[in-house]
């Protein structure tokens, strides 16, 4: 008679042939650690703020630190740490420099991580009780 300490249970990294799956990365080390200064990047409160206010249009410095309420010095260090990792882009116009999202991939991804933060927990139906980006900013 053989006791349950005696039985091997299945490890889940093997399939039905007895064959250890592999799974290779998605992506590359160098990939890895560029996404991960981006979440640092947009990590801070205050940076992901800016963020939500260019996800409506390019604006300058001034206008974002009257949005804020903030020095221009801080908005400029902010929006300095987000360019560096190229999460926005500038663009002169005149005396004065615009910035906007770098593209379609940081605006989704400012979306939903704004959208994860607002939605209720699934209710008892399976649904989501949040339905789209326009009560987001």
Do not use: W
Request: charged share 25%; aromatic share 2%; net charge neutral.
């Amino acid at each position: 008679m053989t006791s349950k300490r005696d039985q091997v249970e299945p490890s889940c990294t093997v399939d039905e042939h007895g064959v250890e799956a592999v799974r290779r990365p998605l992506v590359d080390d160098a990939a890895l650690e560029t996404a991960s200064r981006l979440f640092r990047a947009i990590g801070e409160p205050a940076r992901l703020r800016l963020l939500s206010r260019l996800a409506q249009g390019e604006m300058c410095v001034t206008e974002l630190a009257a949005s804020e309420q903030e020095s221009l010095s801080t908005i400029s260090q902010r929006l300095r740490v987000l360019r560096s990792e190229n999460i926005i882009t500038r663009r002169r116009r005149g005396k004065h420099i615009n910035y906007a999202l770098a593209d379609q991939h940081v605006m989704e991804l400012v979306f939903n991580a704004l959208a994860h933060a607002t939605e209720r927990p699934p209710s008892a139906s399976g649904q989501h009780s949040y339905s789209g980006k326009e009560n987001l900013l």
